[in-house]
């Protein structure tokens, strides 16, 4: 299986050649040339199976020339106890009849990030070697707060590979900075940025498109790399976790084969999601895909109009990971919905770069509409999800996973869609201490680690081992810079 461009161009690469370069060469994301089938046989043998078989079994559909043992024993290194707390690695949870919660947080940073991330080094590295590249890799991560602790996660002391991570410096939860500011590592680097997720985004962009740059690292022996979710190799290992839960859910009786089930998913760059939506295409008994925002709607109004407009106000709320206005990952779906027109996918994103918005076609509208469905939750409606689950459930959610969930209910309101639905859970609770607290009327007047202790002690639930052990951590990285000086702190650190 051979990958292509979503802007049309015509060169076609190996799957260890995109997941080392990340970003096509006419600046599309890369695509496979044609999507797996997930045969309900193939379900049907998975589901005794445990879930880096589950994961081995779907990544290995896409990952042609990567042995089928070879990505079994990443899988197996990367979702292993105790690195994640719970063996079925990503459970669901019943909250009421046709209600699951697919939580993805049971990893070393006890967000979904890990589910890719724990597992995306090992599948960069090998890569290279398959592509002899003998050069050592400098990651670079743009993160709106999760992704960049992840990322250090999992690179961190990874022969042959260096991390550096720039996060908005005021965007991201008390909990979310100590966990990136204290990470441990001989190999990665943290610098605040000051200004939003996009800001940080774009310089880091900004950073791989220039040529001159990448000649003078490449002249020291390094190539840069990203572990953003525009890699194919980072979206590979989200789609297993789809299939996984649909396994789940026939061992449980909860549905009998064929039967459909919809996801509700919380969305910023649109990465998650666009794994649902390649698991539909390979044949998983997918419904509707309902795609969640928060108070920066703009992929709602896109869902409901068919306009993407980027021109307007950013909002930074309780669920910084959604705080996106540009959705990378949408170039894959534009590309997939409209029959792989590159040439439409490069107008789009032509008129994104230069007027901030675009219009798609109504065949286009129509086919997005019989799959996804968009909506959104503001602050307020957000802090009275999480409080009313807890206080009717004695279940405890994330402002992530709140959003997701309201949408949901205001879904069901709207449509009177009845399906069985999965809500994807993306975040502990307690990586949110601060807004979760308030949610459950109790606000605090800081936002620091010891929150923890506060949230635990109001609810009797245990918090994850990784952010207990924050506690008394000290930062190792008090750094923050202009966007302008983001290239300058990345010479400092290979210097
Ligand atoms: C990253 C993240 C999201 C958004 O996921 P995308 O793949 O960017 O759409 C949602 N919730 C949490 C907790 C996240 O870390």
Known sequence: MLYQSTRGGNDRQTAAQVITRGIAGDGGLYVPESIPRLTAEDIDMLIDTPYPERAAYTMGLFLDGYGKDEILDYTRAAYATPKFDD????????????????????????????????????????????????????????????????????????????????????????????????????????VAVEGNFDDAQTGVKAIFADECFSRELSGSGYILSSANSINWGRLVPQIAYYVSSYCDLLAAEELKPGDKVNFCVPTGNFGNILAAYYALKMGLPIGKLICASNRNDVLTQFFGEGVYDKNRQFHTTASPSMDILVSSNLERLLFELSNKDGAAVSSY???LSSRGRYTVSPEFESAAGEVIAGGSCGEEDTFATIADTYNERRYLIDTHTAVAYKVLLDY????????????????????????????????????????????????????????????????????????SGMKAAVKGFLA
């Open 349 to 351: 994103m032509e008129q």
């Open 87 to 190: 063996p079925a690695v990503a459970p669901l949870y019943k909250l009421g009849k046709g209600t699951f919660f697919l939580e993805l947080w049971h990893g070393p940073t006890c967000a979904f990030k890990d589910m890719a991330l724990q597992v995306l080094p090992q599948l960069l590295t090998s890569a290279m070697r398959k592509t002899g590249v003998d050069r050592e890799v400098c990651i670079l991560v743009a993160t709106s707060g999760d992704t960049g602790k992840a990322a250090l996660e999992g690179f961190k002391d990874i022969p042959g590979t260096k991390i550096m991570v720039f996060y908005p410096r005021d965007g991201v939860s008390g909990v979310q900075k100590l966990q990136m500011t204290s990470q441990e590592g001989n190999n990665v680097g943290v």
């Open 412 to 483: 069901r309101n709207r449509t009177g869609d009845d399906t069985p639905t999965i809500v994807v859970s993306t975040a502990s609770p307690y990586k949110f201490c601060d807004s979760v607290l308030r949610a459950l009327g109790k606000p605090a007047d800081h936002d620091g680690a010891g929150l923890i202790d506060e949230l635990a002690d109001l609810t009797g639930c245990q918090p994850p081992g990784p952010l207990a052990s924050l506690k008394g951590k000290t930062p190792r990285f008090t750094v923050s810079v202009d966007p």
